[in-house]
């Protein structure tokens, strides 16, 4: 008999097929004592497990490309952390075999994380995954991962780590589903890079049954156990109805009476321009340059490297917008070098903007290799700093880009309440606006993005941001200058219209997206899109705003 349940539609797509579960995670390896002699031994064995599981991470991530391998990356500098080794070692010095002092250091950090702010504390199921793979080596079992099946199947799993979902075949996992994580989550963000359909937060659906066939809506969350020949039918019509839709809106995004919406590429690196251009992309609305600095967390690239790696992006679009996020270190992606080891809560801490001003030398070469990597290019670039809070922060940022001799636009993040409510006073200092939703609801509504729990609270139709973002859109209107967004919020095209009513001046998402954001806007009006964005924001929940936009959008 068909049941329903509804979780949060993080990647657009239909997936009809058998239920094939996560592997089970690592068992506790037993708590026993080795005598002294053999504790050299031991700690030889954890290094070298350590060492193994580091590469083995790089290397998925060289495979991936694209965010998948920063986030990769990001893994592999975790299990090789000096203090944690360094604890795994002192344990199997007082009597713990490899496996069990690795399993306890882990617990230990774990649990520091878990305490330590939202940001650390969503990376719990990072270090999980490291802890697992390594304990798995020890031990001799299989790696925790996606089953083997000949045949294509649809994943459920508790949550999915970066390295699993990265390496994803999507010619055997038609889609995925998972009972924790939310639409901003590293799976949510990988799965739309894959175009896999996937819809996550979902409570107990490890309890459906192994072999059971479902029916999974990546668009609205919907989740459909033992669905009827009839509703099997209409998904899959459906789901053809909108390919074709898809094939048929090619060009510049706009609306259907001609307002232009330019629709660009969230990219994290080289490895994601190839799938940008093939989308359609008008340019790159968010260039993330993280990547380059997590090769080596003790210092900075130099100026030479930042430049190699900058130009290739520029020059895949000669004539577009590129607009560039620098560092933006921190909280989640901190840096021997540059953050501090010690704060109580990263998240709202130094972070961002913040430790580039604290570390001048390192914004400078970053903007000087920007503009030796722009010089004889037509592109049009767009350098913007993230966590911009008040007019000080985006002055210091617009003084510093014309210090080191850039011509660009200088531009700032909406990512704090506080720039939102006073944007008209920062753009006295800045040419643009571009509002990252994924944080701007984090802190708007003190929700993790990585816990699944509070997901309800990062829902981008949450009327509160709605009005944050007109806020900022109406500001940018007044001093005759651009707000564009590049949250993920700009991947959903119903919001996107939405966010074009509300006085978006362009939307930047990742590259899967765009083709299902051109073919919806091209569908509306702009005036339809207005009178969807007034009904959002008149709304008292999420799920009331997106049914009140979707009835003015659909004529009802």
């Known amino acids: 008999m068909e049941t329903t349940l509804r979780g949060v539609g993080v990647s657009h797509g239909v997936a009809i097929g058998e239920v094939r579960h996560m592997g089970t995670a690592v068992l506790e390896p037993p708590a026993k004592q080795i005598p ?3 504790a050299e031994r031991e700690q030889g064995r954890a290094r070298q497990a350590v060492e193994a599981v580091a590469a083995d991470l790089i290397a998925r991530g060289n495979l991936a490309g694209g965010e998948a ?72 079992v299989p790696m925790p991962g996606v089953p083997d099946s000949d045949e294509p199947y649809v994943l459920i799993a508790r949550d999915l780590a970066p390295a699993d979902t990265a ?7 038609l889609g995925f589903v998972t009972e924790e994580g939310g639409p901003t989550s590293h799976s949510a963000i990988l799965a739309r890079a894959l175009g896999v ?60 009476d001609g307002h232009k919406v330019p629709l660009l590429a969230n990219v994290g690196g080289p490895g994601d321009v190839p799938a940008a251009l093939e989308a359609g992309a008008e340019g790159v609305g968010l260039f993330r340059t993280e990547f380059l600095f997590l090769d080596d ?50 998240a709202l801490g130094v972070r ?50 014309r210090e080191a001799g850039l011509r660009a636009k200088f531009g700032a993040m909406v990512e704090i309440p506080s720039a939102a409510l006073r944007a008209r006073s920062i753009l006295q200092e800045v040419e643009f606006l571009s509002l990252g939703t994924n944080d701007l609801a984090q802190y708007t509504f003190a929700a993790d993005r990585q816990v699944g729990a509070v997901s309800r609270l990062q829902d981008p139709w949450q009327p509160a941001l709605l009005d944050l973002v007109a806020l900022s859109a109406e500001a940018a209107a007044a001093e005759g200058k651009s707000c564009g ?25 990742g590259a899967a997206s765009i083709p299902y954001v051109r073919a919806t806007l091209a569908k509306h009006t702009l005036a339809q899109c207005e009178r969807a964005a007034s009904a959002a924001r008149a709304a008292d929940s999420a799920e009331e705003a997106r049914l009140a936009a979707q009835a003015v959008l659909s004529g009802e």
């Open 36 to 38: 002294a002699n053999e």
């Open 69 to 140: 391998q920063h986030v990769l990356e990001a893994q592999a500098m975790m299990a090789q952390d000096p203090e944690l080794i360094a604890d795994v070692e002192r344990r199997i010095a007082v009597g713990s075999t490899a496996e069990r002092g690795v399993y306890d250091a882990f617990a230990a950090y774990r649990a520091l994380l878990a305490n330590a702010g939202e940001y650390l504390a969503g990376r719990v199921a990072d270090l999980d995954d490291v802890r697992n793979r390594i304990v798995a080596r020890l031990l001799g």
């Open 167 to 173: 390496l994803l075949d999507p010619s055997l996992v």
């Open 197 to 256: 359909p996937a819809v996550v937060a979902l409570p107990g659906a490890g309890e459906i049954t192994e072999g059971t066939v479902v029916a999974v809506d990546g668009s609205t969350g919907e989740i459909f156990v033992e669905p009827s020949v009839g509703r099997q039918e209409e998904m899959r019509g459906a789901a053809a109805a909108r390919k074709a839709a898809l094939s048929a809106a090619t060009g510049p995004g706009a609306t259907s």
């Open 297 to 346: 967390s003790s210092r900075a690239p130099s100026e030479e490297k930042q430049m190699a790696a900058y130009r290739a992006v520029l020059e895949a679009f000669p004539e577009g917008r590129v607009v560039v996020r620098v560092l933006d270190a921190g909280a989640d992606k901190p840096l021997d070098f540059l953050t501090p080891a010690d704060e109580p809560n990263p």
């Open 352 to 401: 961002g903007l913040r430790s580039l001003l604290d570390h001048p030398d390192v914004l400078r070469t970053q903007l000087t290799a920007l503009s030796r990597a722009a010089e004889g290019l037509p592109v049009y670039l767009e350098v913007m700093a993230p966590m911009v809070a008040d007019r000080a922060d985006a002055k210091a940022f617009a003084d510093a880009c």
């Open 485 to 509: 967004v590049c949250g993920e919020a700009a991947s959903d095209p119903l919001l996107a219209c939405v966010l074009t009513g509300l006085g978006v001046t362009s939307l930047s998402m």
